[in-house]
């Protein structure tokens, strides 16, 4: 019997027993359920609309604002504008009406600030949870935009990443003890305000505009390194990803460092991976300067023959392997 670890499913999971379950067949649907493909593309009459589910299961902290922004971010990487968001609400025995009012004034401010509006959802105590869980569902709206898929790069676009590795996952292991016993309060909090760097509606909306950009992924569970290998395996390629180029702030390293976590396998919601065509780098990178987003060439997309390498910093590589369980669990003692 296959025991499955705390944390995503690992593809060739996903492959053999949930993504050969998926009901009839829809010609409406015009992007499916696949390893990396961040939302789910549909027509309906004239209109493609963007939808995502996702949980927040690791954070208690900041569970409002993750299950906005993190499930806005992935309409966001297919080119929508985020709209409509459905929220349930699983409260843990225990739990006061006052933990329950704090994750709907965060769901409401993140809402707010993104353009959403909440439609509907499910709110109750559930036995046999120890915190707080937050399913959100997000819709979105195309328009006459352009879409994406994590699918749609090919071999010699160049790979750039936005913002820093490893956000999501510094801001959460703030609030352990071992952090805020080794580098005090103050540092603590700079990490948890690293919350709001996790809206990445913006770039990815500008970046939906930029010609020569050919896909879009959000970096979620398993870190850069997961990410990357997602995009790559969607896009049936090879790649070449430079980690001597990721960009890493001193609180990631630091709370890496403490906790004995790799930061390239660190949740890292809030940057985003895309891929350019090389005609078009340089409009693209002046592009993103001018809006004051910040980002990072960090590899090129190869033929698939050629495999999927990471490069440290010392010019070793080393083979790239599918996401496992996120360095959060860990980090959290729950692997």
Not at 62 to 74: K, Q, R, S, T
Not at 108 to 131: F, M, N, Q
Not at 171 to 193: N, P, T, V, W, Y
Request: glycine share 14%.
């Amino acid at each position: 019997m296959t025991r499955l670890k705390v944390g995503k499913i690992p593809s060739r999971l996903l492959k053999g027993t949930v993504f050969s379950r998926l009901g009839v067949s829809d010609p409406s649907v015009i992007l499916g359920p696949n390893i990396g493909e961040d939302a789910a593309l549909i027509k309906v009459g004239g209109e493609v609309l963007a939808f995502k589910s996702d949980p927040i299961t690791g954070s208690v902290d900041e569970i409002g604002w993750l299950a906005v922004y993190v499930n806005a971010n992935d309409i966001a990487t297919r080119g929508a504008v985020p709209r409509w968001f459905i929220q349930c609400i699983l409260m843990p025995e225990g739990a006061s009406l006052s933990d329950l009012s704090a994750i709907c004034a965060q769901i409401d401010a993140a809402a707010r600030e993104i353009g959403v509006s909440i439609v509907g959802g499910h709110t109750e105590v559930t036995k046999g949870i120890s915190s707080p869980i937050v399913v959100g569902a997000m819709i979105g709206t195309v328009g006459k935009r352009r879409f994406f898929s994590t699918g749609g790069s090919g071999a010699g676009d160049l790979l750039y990443m936005t913002k820093t590795a490893g956000i999501e996952g510094t801001a959460i292991l703030a609030s352990d003890e071992r952090i805020i016993r080794r580098f005090g309060e103050g540092f603590a909090a700079r990490c948890k305000a690293l919350v709001k760097q996790i809206n990445a509606v913006e770039e990815c909306l500008v970046l939906s505009d930029l010609e020569g950009v050919t896909a879009m992924h959000d970096v979620t569970e398993g870190g850069l390194l997961g990410g990357a290998w997602e995009l790559a395996e969607a896009s049936s390629a090879g790649i070449r990803l430079e980690l001597g180029n990721v960009p890493l702030l001193e609180e990631t390293s630091a709370v890496c460092g403490e906790l004995g976590l790799d930061p390239y396998k660190l949740i890292g919601s809030g940057s985003v991976l895309f891929t350019v065509k090389p005609a078009f780098a340089g409009n693209v990178e002046g592009a993103l300067t001018s809006k004051g987003i910040h980002f990072a060439k960090i590899g090129e997309m190869a033929a698939r023959r050629r495999g999927r390498v990471a490069v440290l910093a010392d010019g070793s590589g080393r083979r790239m392997e599918p996401p496992s369980s996120d360095e959060l669990w860990k980090g959290l003692r729950m692997e």
